[in-house]
């Protein structure tokens, strides 16, 4: 059997919110056993790498943290890849953005003038926040979104709003498109591939979303899961248009294995 790299979602796949999804624990660690590598990729930037590495240890999965990819992670990776190392910033996110553009050295301020608008989730985002981004993105500073989820998923089945919605309130505000970079944009999906010395063919991608992790697992020729735990729902794959459509549907996590070697 080839040994394969295994790309997962977080939120809705393996756990929603603060409750561990049913059998993940189990499948991640027959995964290994069976000589799999497994990575995590989430496009929630309120967190930082270190933290899902103990929200995940707690719920039974050890990680290292290279093998954790955060939305809020891969842009702190693309603006020093890209000559923006000690750049000024204005951020509107939580600490888990906030400490990966640090961590590589982006200058975080309030004055003016900014090179870049950062957007993360940031569940303080008030009319204030919106009139300085606006004001800002149309005096020449760059629009970067750390993903475009406009809702996710907590415990219960509640889904609350996303990134999405407040980048979509500064663009609308800008007329500005935001340079993306989480799901379904494969920059941070690419640097994955080549932690794990995979390629494409080798790879499964296991997501909730059709508009970010499949479109994205599909973007890059990985073999593509849909479980039905989170947010995507039967009837929206059946409308979905073909780049979003999974190879594979499951309902839970536990099915994954008997599904890939089916």
Excluded: C, W
């Excluded at 967190?47 to 954790?68: N, T, V």
């Amino acid at each position: 059997m080839a040994v394969r790299t295994f790309v997962f979602d977080l939120d809705g796949v393996v756990y929603r919110g603060e409750q561990p999804l049913p059998g993940a624990a189990d499948t991640i660690q027959s995964l290994r056993r069976l000589g799999h590598q497994v990575y995590f990729f989430t496009n929630n930037s309120s967190k930082s790498r270190p933290f899902y590495q103990e929200k995940l240890l707690s719920m039974g999965i050890p990680a290292d943290i290279e093998h954790i990819m955060t939305a809020g992670y891969a842009t702190a990776l693309y603006l020093i890849e890209n000559g923006a190392r000690g750049a000024s910033v204005f951020a509107i996110g939580e600490f888990g953005l906030l400490g990966e553009l640090e961590a590589v050295g982006m200058n975080l301020t309030d004055d003016e003038p900014v090179d870049y608008v950062v957007v993360g989730i940031d569940r303080k985002f008030n009319y204030n926040t919106l009139v300085k981004a606006q004001r800002v993105i149309l005096g020449g500073a760059k629009f970067i979104a750390t993903n475009p989820d406009t809702t996710y998923p907590l415990e219960g089945g509640l889904i609350v709003p996303g990134n999405g919605a407040l980048v979509a309130a500064i663009r609308a505000a800008t007329g500005v498109e935001p340079i993306m970079i989480g799901k379904p944009e494969t920059t941070a999906m690419h640097e994955i591939l080549a932690l794990a010395h995979a390629t494409p063919a080798d790879t499964v991608v296991v997501g909730d979303r059709l508009d970010t992790d499949i479109q994205a697992g599909n973007r890059i020729g990985a073999t593509t899961v849909l479980v039905l735990t989170g947010i995507a729902t039967m009837d929206e794959v059946q409308t979905a248009p073909p780049d979003m459509k999974p190879e594979i549907i499951i309902k839970e996590l536990p099915e994954l294995i008997e599904a890939i070697h089916a």
